[in-house]
């Protein structure tokens, strides 16, 4: 299967590439800067230069394709507060993408994340059947599940918020263990109860690759191998391995100790992926969080 990538330079599509070329797909990687475009090389994928704004160039690129990955994401643009921004960007690669594909039962895989469950679902195990009416990345989400009645074969991932490996150089683990060091602490709010999930980078790859080899149309598929991880056991793992006390802190000192992650360190989102795994066959076969921590590994250099 020929196969369009967006965000293949990135720290997911670092494992699907291999992941993909591994099973015999052949990969061409969208790369918005020559860094990008040398990393997609490195890794054996077609390089074709552009951004998720390029929206004719998309849409040419998902048509002449057998299936379409999409990961990118402006993630530069939500950290530093326009998630709207960001999200509006997103939704309109999207749209460009699936217009392109419409009628052709081809793949779409899309990608979405679990903490939106926190907050559509509160006080519930999220599991792959809830859906939001709307809101940024809901919408981009429902509407790449909706699109499987124009005839595409669609599905979305759902990423929890820790994607972990040595592969993670940006995510929110780098940027936890990044305040640690600059607090001298590493904090949790309250009593540190609420749970996130988290998920190998490698076991995400390998769903990747399934979802876009068999996944039903209209498929969510959460990427999620600890259901839930207590954010004090995050905090005590990261100071364990830094040297430095892990510490509560109140609420209202979130933002201040844990900067953009100062309202998610407070989420509660535990997980399932049970309907994933039963569905494709999926089942994780990486270390969990927190023994990936204790590996060490985010923590030399």
Same mark, same amino acid.
């Given at each position: 299967?020929r196969v369009f990538v967006t965000g293949a330079s990135g720290h997911i599509g670092s494992a699907v590439i291999p992941? @993909?070329?591994?099973?015999?797909?052949?990969?061409?990687?969208?790369?918005?800067?020559?860094?990008?475009?040398?990393?997609?090389?490195?890794?054996?994928?077609?390089?074709?230069?552009?951004?998720?704004?390029?929206?004719? =160039?998309?849409?040419?690129?998902?048509?002449?394709?057998?299936?379409?990955?999409?990961?990118?994401?402006?993630?530069?643009?939500?950290?530093?507060?326009?998630?709207?921004?960001?999200?509006?960007?997103? @939704?309109?690669?999207?749209?460009?993408? *699936?217009?392109?594909?419409?009628?052709?039962?081809?793949?779409?895989?899309?990608?979405?994340?679990? @903490?939106?469950?926190?907050?559509?679902?509160?006080?519930?195990?999220?599991?792959?059947?809830?859906?939001?009416?709307?809101?940024?990345?809901?919408?981009?989400?429902?509407?790449?599940?909706?699109?499987?009645?124009?005839?595409?074969?669609?599905?979305?991932? #759902?990423?929890?918020?820790?994607?972990?490996?040595?592969?993670?150089?940006?995510?929110?683990?780098?940027? *936890?263990?990044?305040?640690?060091?600059?607090?001298?602490?590493?904090?949790?709010?309250?009593?540190?109860?609420? #749970?996130?999930?988290?998920?190998?980078?490698?076991?995400?790859?390998?769903?990747?690759?399934?979802? =876009?080899?068999?996944?039903?149309?209209?498929?969510?598929?959460?990427?999620?191998?600890?259901?839930?991880?207590?954010?004090?056991?995050?905090?005590?793992?990261?100071?364990?391995?830094?040297?430095?006390?892990?510490?509560?802190?109140?609420?209202?000192?979130?933002?201040?100790?844990?900067?953009?992650?100062?309202?998610?360190?407070?989420?509660?989102?535990?997980?399932?992926?049970?309907?994933?795994?039963? *569905?494709?066959?999926?089942?994780?076969?990486?270390?969990?969080?927190?023994?990936?921590?204790?590996?060490?590994?985010?923590?030399?250099?």
């Open positions: 299967m992941e @993909l070329l591994s099973a015999g797909h052949q990969v061409t990687g969208l790369a918005r800067s020559d860094s990008s475009a040398a990393v997609c090389s490195a890794a054996g994928a077609a390089v074709l230069p552009g951004t998720i704004d390029d929206l004719d =160039l998309l849409r040419s690129a998902a048509a002449e394709a057998d299936g379409v990955i999409h990961l990118a994401f402006k993630h530069e643009a939500m950290r530093s507060g326009d998630m709207q921004g960001a999200a509006g960007a997103d @939704l309109a690669a999207i749209e460009a993408m *699936l217009d392109a594909l419409a009628g052709t039962d081809k793949p779409f895989v899309g990608t979405s994340g679990t @903490l939106l469950l926190a907050m559509i679902a509160p006080g519930r195990i999220g599991t792959e059947d809830i859906a939001g009416p709307g809101g940024p990345r809901i919408d981009a989400e429902n509407l790449t599940i909706a699109t499987a009645a124009r005839g595409v074969r669609t599905s979305v991932v #759902r990423l929890p918020p820790t994607v972990h490996s040595s592969l993670d150089l940006h995510g929110f683990i780098p940027a *936890l263990i990044g305040m640690a060091r600059a607090n001298g602490a590493a904090a949790y709010v309250g009593v540190g109860a609420n #749970r996130w999930p988290a998920g190998h980078t490698l076991d995400a790859a390998h769903l990747y690759r399934l979802a =876009l080899e068999s996944a039903p149309a209209g498929s969510r598929l959460h990427a999620v191998g600890d259901e839930g991880v207590p954010f004090r056991e995050i905090a005590e793992a990261i100071g364990r391995n830094l040297g430095v006390p892990a510490v509560s802190i109140a609420p209202e000192e979130a933002d201040q100790r844990l900067g953009f992650l100062g309202a998610f360190a407070q989420l509660d989102n535990p997980t399932s992926s049970e309907l994933t795994r039963k *569905l494709l066959g999926w089942e994780p076969t990486h270390p969990g969080l927190i023994a990936d921590l204790d590996e060490g590994h985010y923590f030399r250099g």
